[in-house]
């Protein structure tokens, strides 16, 4: 083990918080920290200490990830294993100590138990996370100093904000790239080379609490609020391109939003197809495919930088797609002001999740992104919302998504 998966020293804490980056041995860490309580293995502990809660976001993570996962808490027990019971939902060691595992969707099953230590793994994607800790810490009283392990890669929720601040809480950070040995070297070039220098990078790669940028047109918690699983019934669908200005490696990105609107004014943004470094024709075969999965009603193309090689080039590969050129005469930020004000009044959902296009809106202030590059995916998303909401047509026509 690293000495970063090793838990803190001393008895002066309650709650060892470790931050890290997918693939950073979180889990390991987890995992060792369970099987150590419960067989009395130091570091871990002097004496057997049970029993143990197990937390997850669901009981599947808590078995599949937690559990009997590659790095989970069997896989850590060389010896002393101990026996997982499914029907009971819980693992029991031979010498007697005992995990029960609770899912983070049914905080009322904290209400009643108690414990002597608990793992929480990915607090972050509680969807009751504050009700989840609060019904827990209550139940965390049994032995001479009860504690917890938090094992998440971190997202600015509030709860763990009041965590990291906590006088009883020891931080440890961990990121992807200190377990390298463990992980696929393509995968570790693929996620540097696409996530480097992004805010999304920063917190799943390097393990930090990425906060909203100070005078950003967008913040995370507004768009979790507004966030919903499908989509409703849809009067009006386009895909929106931001194509960019030429195709070499290092050019922009070619922004493709697909979005929605319903007849009650609201709008869905359905899907990021964003397409890195692309030729006209792979970017243009992109946002046609899209247009005729989505069942469209038309292709919405930003011209500035390519004038009507746009909207050749599209009708080149399928002439029975409409296209709709749309010239840019503001700037970035005053294009996006009006359509951040549609998201305040809470009328613009995000379908499921879309982290790099989140990512952009809320780095996004007057003096651009932080990394100085074209918010290609956000002003594709702008375009989209810009047409669906404020150019309604006459004949709207109704589908499902």
């Known amino acids: 083990m690293r000495q970063s998966q090793r838990p803190p020293s001393g008895n002066d804490w309650r709650t060892w918080l470790l931050l890290g980056g997918r693939g950073s041995g979180k889990t390991r860490a987890g995992g060792a920290w369970v099987h150590g309580m419960a067989t009395g293995l130091p570091p871990f502990s002097k004496i057997p200490t049970g029993p143990i809660a197990l937390v997850g976001e669901t009981f599947a993570d808590i078995r599949e990830v937690m559990i009997e996962g590659p790095a989970g808490i069997c896989a850590n027990a060389i010896y002393e294993k101990p026996r997982y019971e499914p029907t009971r939902r ?34 972050c994607k509680w969807p009751y996370a504050q009700e989840c800790w609060d019904m827990l810490q209550f139940g965390l009283r049994l032995g001479v100093n009860p504690r917890q392990l938090v094992t998440t890669t971190p997202k600015p929720i509030p709860l763990l904000k009041k965590l990291m601040a906590d006088e009883a809480t020891r931080l440890t950070h961990m990121t992807t790239f200190e377990n390298a040995t463990n992980l696929a070297p393509s995968f570790l070039a693929h996620v540097s080379e696409r996530y480097s220098n992004t805010s999304l990078g920063r917190q799943e ?7 909203a940028r100070e005078g950003a047109l967008w913040n995370r918690e507004q768009l979790e609020s507004l966030r919903v699983p499908i989509a409703p019934q849809l009067s009006r669908i ?21 979005a929605g609107c ?44 390519g004038g009507e090689m746009v909207a050749s080039v599209i009708r080149s590969i399928d002439d029975r797609v409409p296209v709709l050129s749309v010239h840019a005469t503001r ?18 959902h995000h379908v499921g999740v879309m982290p790099e296009l989140e990512d952009e809106m809320c780095d996004f202030t007057n003096e651009g992104l932080s990394t100085r590059r074209s918010p290609d995916r956000l002003d594709a998303c702008v375009w989209a919302i810009n047409q669906l909401l404020m150019q309604r047509p006459n004949k709207p026509r109704i589908r499902t998504v």
């Not at 999965?293 to 292709?299: I, N, P, S």
């Open 205 to 211: 790669l390097q393990g930090e609490l990425i906060e």
């Open 238 to 258: 386009i895909v929106a391109v931001d194509p960019p200005a030429t195709s070499k490696s290092t050019s922009d990105a070619c922004g493709i939003v697909v």
């Open 90 to 123: 819980r693992l029991l060691w031979p010498n007697g100590i005992v995990a029960e595992a609770y899912s983070a969707h049914d905080p009322e099953r904290l209400r009643g138990p108690q414990f002597s230590a608990a793992w929480c793994d990915e607090l």
């Open 262 to 305: 319903d007849e009650t004014g609201h709008a869905f943004v359905l899907a990021d197809r964003t397409l890195k470094a692309a030729s006209p024709n792979k970017w243009a075969n992109r946002a046609i495919g899209e247009f005729h999965t989505w069942q469209a009603d038309m292709l919405l193309a930003e011209v500035n930088q």
């Open 331 to 348: 700037g970035k930020y005053l294009r996006a002001e009006p359509v951040a004000a549609l998201y305040e009044q809470g009328r613009v």
